[in-house]
Every structure is written in structure tokens, then in C-alpha cells.
């Protein structure tokens, strides 16, 4: 868990939610774009620490805190997403695993058509669904195993080599 000055996945899913509120009060479709992706990010920023806290643990010192910074920055969308959508990869890990990896590669999806699709329509209730799933599969995965965290970090901080 960060400390309370960082950022947070479950902030984020915090906000995306008032963001929902603030939509069908007010009738703004844009509030529905953001929280839409806002829900993405807070699933990247999770999977950032995630990977981070599993490559560098309890980072004590500048040099150890200044690593941990690095790895948690190294995650790439495309390439994470990439390896979510790639069964050969993401098939033997648990379940909460494949379903993150599934919301994960979706959720990106949704988010590209909400910030870059000026004509997109979206329902409140399918992003309050969306958002809720998005919370559901941060949980279950920030729960896993941390060897099943470290083992699907691996998969999406790293390029894998061609021979």
C-alpha cells in the first residue's frame, strides 16, 4: 500500500466513480470519457507498483527508492497490453491474473476510444460497470500471490527476445 501522499489505485477508482456521479447529475458526457479512463489508469498504476514492489522490495535507501521509481516507470501500455492479449503467456497464470490481463487489454481499449473518439457515446450505466469491474480485478489481483505477481510482472515489464 503506498504511503497517503502517493498515488493510489484505489484513489483513482475513487475518482473515477465521482467523475460517473458528476455525469448523471449533470449530464456531461465528458465526466463519462474520464472516468472511463481514469478506471485504466488506475489498473496501469497498480500493475506499475505491483511490478515494482516485486522486483524491489521495501526500497530503503535513495539508490533502492530511485530503482523502485525506475521499474515502477518502465511499464509500457502497448507492451503490457500486448502480453495481457497473449494467451500463450497469460494462460497458465491464476485466475485473477487472466482476468486483471483480460480488464486490463479492454479497459485500455475503451480508454483510447474515450480520449481520442470525438463522436463516442457512452451509457453511464455500462462505465459504472466498467469502473466496478475495473475495482473488482484490482482487488483480486493486488490479493494473488506475490510469486504470481512477480511472475506476471516479468511477462509485462520485459520484451522477450527473438533467437
Not at 504511503?3 to 475518482?15: F, M, Q, R
Not at 524491489?56 to 523502485?68: F, G, K, N
Not at 479492454?106 to 483510447?112: K, M, N
Amino acid at each position: 500500500m503506498p504511503p497517503p501522499d502517493e498515488l493510489s489505485s484505489s484513489d483513482l477508482i475513487t475518482v473515477a466513480l465521482d467523475l460517473l456521479e458528476a455525469a448523471e447529475h449533470r449530464g456531461n458526457p465528458t465526466h463519462l470519457r474520464r472516468a472511463l479512463s481514469t478506471a485504466y489508469y488506475a489498473m496501469f498504476h497498480c500493475l506499475a507498483r505491483v511490478a515494482a514492489d516485486r522486483v524491489i522490495r521495501a526500497p530503503r535507501t535513495p539508490r533502492e527508492r530511485a530503482a523502485w521509481l525506475h521499474v515502477y516507470r518502465s511499464l509500457q501500455h502497448q507492451h503490457a497490453r500486448k502480453q495481457c492479449l497473449n494467451n500463450r503467456v497469460i494462460g497458465s497464470h491464476p485466475d485473477s491474473t487472466r482476468r486483471f490481463a483480460a480488464r486490463f487489454a479492454g479497459l485500455q481499449e475503451q480508454r483510447h476510444t474515450a480520449d481520442y473518439s470525438p463522436v463516442a457515446k457512452f451509457e453511464a450505466a455500462a462505465v459504472r460497470r466498467t469502473v466496478e469491474t475495473a475495482a473488482e480485478a484490482i482487488d483480486r489481483f493486488e490479493a494473488a500471490r506475490e510469486a504470481d505477481q512477480a511472475a506476471f510482472a516479468a511477462w509485462v515489464l520485459l520484451a522477450t527476445r527473438k533467437s
